[in-house]
């Protein structure tokens, strides 16, 4: 695992999509990350685990 | 951005890209993306990003979270549904998404139409580039070089500086940095904190009117509310093209490819026409330059002259922008 990636699962990485994302799919991405993709619910794993979280916006044009 | 919270989540909506370090009370340790002028990726790279991991690492261990008057308290809750002119711009849409850099045109719209729109608003984010400060972009905290002339050099910045804080907010970033700017007045006394050869040295840049443009903002996706556009799309001509055409290599030279705008066709443009001068405009700009040009620089229902090449003839047209913003 590359050095970024083992940083970013030490940390929680999350995609900040909203309650809405059940109407809207989060567009999922490939590679060694586990993503979260729903932002309440990284939060609470935060809380959980005491881990920063890393929230990524990112838009297709 | 469906449902985000606006108040938390404040960056450059014209972003492709953008990330956060958060704990898990909604504060953040710091911010991480932003852009130049001159690519998406100026300042985007696997060193500088886990430079930062590591510093927020050690942030968290000891909940030395972001604090101050630029933090958002994330208290109140504001999203982009509730901007007046999203629902409308959605709407049309099969797919329901709203993308980053539509909270900024629907933030830019809802401002013209309470006739409170001014350009240099869609100046949002400004980098350290502007005061003069070049940011290293693999450690993002370092001055890689001040230029001449400018509040940077004025205040006594040099290369090699290490930044530790502006405004009173930590920063370890590109990011960071453009955080303070945003929230930082056209008019303005920014103090900064640097850190030069294991000394801590404060100092003042003082800001004037204008600071915020930046020369080249075509990479703005809200930038069309703003102004009127051209209402056509093209490409430069290569080298080989313009011998043969007889352009000069630092002189305009796009080629019509696709028309969208009635008054484009109304003042006579037309697909595979070459131009070679937009109003007193005739140096090599791309497209994306050439169109962001009258947002820029005109209004709408002015007029101005374009100069064509078509089929081995040279001709000017006058093209009129539409008396209003069509949205």
């Known amino acids: 695992m590359s050095r970024t990636a083992l940083l970013a699962a030490t940390m929680l990485a999350t995609t900040a999509t909203s309650l809405l994302a059940e109407k809207i799919p989060a567009q999922k991405v490939d590679g060694r990350i586990d993503w979260v993709y729903d932002y309440q619910r990284g939060r609470s794993l935060a809380k959980q685990t005491g881990k920063p979280m890393f929230v990524v916006f990112r838009c297709e044009r | 951005m469906n449902g985000i919270n606006l108040d938390l989540f404040q960056f450059e909506f014209d972003l492709t890209w953008m990330s956060f370090f958060m704990d898990a009370e909604n504060r953040f340790y710091a ?82 139409r309470g006739n409170r729109l001014r350009r240099e608003m869609v100046f949002t984010y400004p980098t350290p580039a502007n005061l003069g400060i070049a940011i290293d972009p693999q450690r993002q905290d370092h001055v890689e070089a001040v230029r001449p002339g400018t509040p940077a050099t004025r205040a006594g910045i040099r290369r090699g500086d290490r930044i530790i804080s502006a405004d009173g907010q930590r920063v370890l970033t590109l990011a960071d940095f453009s955080r303070v700017l945003e929230r930082t007045p056209s008019q303005a006394t920014l103090p900064l904190t640097l850190q030069r050869d294991g000394q801590s040295i404060t100092t003042r840049l003082r800001l004037s009117a204008g600071w915020r443009r930046t020369p080249d903002p075509s990479w703005r996706e809200s930038l069309h509310v703003v102004g ?5 799309w093209g490409r430069r001509l290569n080298a080989k093209e313009r011998r043969r055409l007889k352009l000069p290599a630092r002189k305009l030279a796009l080629k019509v490819t696709f028309i969208w705008g009635p008054h484009t066709r109304r003042a006579g443009i037309r697909v595979g026409d070459v131009i070679v001068r937009l109003d007193n405009v005739d140096g090599d700009l791309t497209i994306k330059q050439f169109n962001a040009q009258p947002m820029l620089n005109n209004t709408w229902g002015d007029t101005i002259p374009i100069v064509l090449r078509r089929k081995g003839r040279e001709m000017t047209v006058k093209m009129t922008f539409p008396r209003q913003p069509v949205d």
């Open chain 2, 31 to 112: 911010r991480y993306g932003g852009r130049e002028d001159s690519g998406p990726e100026s300042h985007l790279n696997r060193e500088s990003l886990t430079r930062v991991m590591n510093q927020v690492l050690g942030l968290h261990e000891k909940h030395q979270v972001q604090t101050g008057r630029h933090e958002p308290s994330g208290r109140s809750r504001r999203t982009p549904e509730q901007i007046p002119p999203m629902r409308a711009m959605i709407a049309k849409r099969k797919n329901k998404c709203i993308h980053c850099h539509d909270v900024k045109v629907a933030t830019l719209r809802d401002l013209r």
């Open chain 2, 228 to 232: 009127p556009g051209c209402g056509l």
